[in-house]
Nanobody, 120 residues
């Protein structure tokens, strides 16, 4: 598993961004995928996860209704659509891969992170 995240940037509050995370390996569809974030001075926290088929999704309460996780197994890519962004969403966002049991807590495989900055 080799994950590469992209799509971060600077956006005004209320705006939208879509993050992507591509896996250059050959086992993408075998894994559940997750997104985490780490704000300055804070611990890394779970944001969203999706099972291998895309049939089940999970969200942190803080992003429920605003963020949507999806995946395209043909493209080995997972997405995080972020709408109605708030300044408190500012963080480095990481994608991760593992089984659905642990991807929301302690995934083994991580991407390098992409910075999202939301201005007020």
């Amino acid at each position: 598993v080799q994950l590469q995240a992209c799509g971060g940037g600077l956006v005004q509050a209320g705006g939208s961004l879509r993050l992507s995370c591509a896996d250059s390996g050959r086992t993408f569809s075998s894994y559940a995928m997750g997104w985490f974030r780490q704000a300055p001075g804070k611990e890394r926290e779970f944001v969203a996860a999706i099972n291998w088929s895309g049939g089940s999704t999970f969200y942190a309460d803080s992003v429920k209704g605003r963020f949507t996780i999806s995946r395209d197994n043909a493209k080995n890519t997972v997405y995080l659509q972020m709408n109605s962004l708030k300044p408190e969403d500012t963080a480095v966002y990481y994608c991760a891969a593992d089984t659905i049991v642990v991807v929301r807590t302690r995934p083994r495989y991580w991407g390098q992170g992409t910075l999202v900055t939301v201005s007020s």
